[in-house]
């Protein structure tokens, strides 16, 4: 099974960049037809979706947060990361990396557990 897990600081300041890495076990990044994504969900809220990448090199980005969202890999590892600039406290959320196997509109097939970045002084 294709196994997901999040990792990076859980608390960030205000105007700080917030970084996460997702390390995947069994299954690659390059395999065809595997997308891989970050969405979040803030406290009380539902989930939000923030970007994804392919197995290609296409990155796309929610358009609420395109501007300040950069997702990366790094193949050699089997890592993506997500750097999410100028956070402010609306930015607190469960944050998620997931995969989707053909096509996104077919929702997630594996989820990681999600990991809590709270932004505050």
């Known amino acids: 099974q294709v196994q997901l897990q999040e990792s990076g600081p859980g608390l960030v300041k205000p105007s700080q960049t917030l970084s996460l890495t997702c390390t995947v076990s069994?299954?690659?990044?390059?395999?065809?037809?595997?997308?891989w994504s970050w969405i979040r969900q803030p406290p009380g809220k539902g989930l939000e979706w923030i970007g994804y990448r392919p197995w290609s090199d296409a990155t796309y980005y929610s358009s609420s947060l395109a501007s300040r969202a950069t997702i990366s890999r790094d193949t050699s590892k089997n890592q993506f990361t997500l750097e999410l600039s100028s956070v402010t406290p609306e930015d607190t959320a469960l944050y998620y990396c997931?995969?989707?196997?053909?096509?996104?509109?077919?929702?997630?097939?594996?989820w990681g557990k999600g990991t809590l970045v709270t932004v505050s002084s």
């Open positions: 997931a995969k989707s196997l053909g096509s996104l509109v077919r929702g997630m097939d594996y």
């Open positions: 069994g299954g690659s990044l390059t395999a065809s037809f595997y997308y």
